[in-house]
């Protein structure tokens, strides 16, 4: 996936911040419709669809960054209240993924 790319090893981005960008890039460009174009971006959904395939449709990656756990005018998308209850990481990514693969498919 994104944070699989070369670019992305050699840029000394957190695991973390790597994912916190290509969700919040993901979920853009899926609502403007340009990820079925692009050949490297639909094969970035198909592995998010086999992702959360293989985890019984959640995704349970743990991860932490200020975008996934808070809320402002600019930066962070926080759906959950907080994260210290793991189930809410999993609720909150899981909620993300489906909705990039729902507005993929739409």
Known sequence: M???SR???K???SFHQIWMMWFHRTEYLVR???MRSIPELKRQVD???SLLEAEDGRFTRKLNHPY???WGGYTGLSLEPDWRNSKRRVYD???RS???LHNYES
């Open 68 to 70: 996934f756990t808070r």
């Open 32 to 34: 403007l419709g340009v």
């Open 11 to 13: 840029s000394g981005l």
């Open 2 to 4: 994104y944070y699989r």
């Open 47 to 49: 592995r998010l669809e």
């Open 98 to 100: 489906i909705l990039i």
């Open 93 to 95: 990514l899981t909620f």
């Open 7 to 9: 670019e992305n090893r």
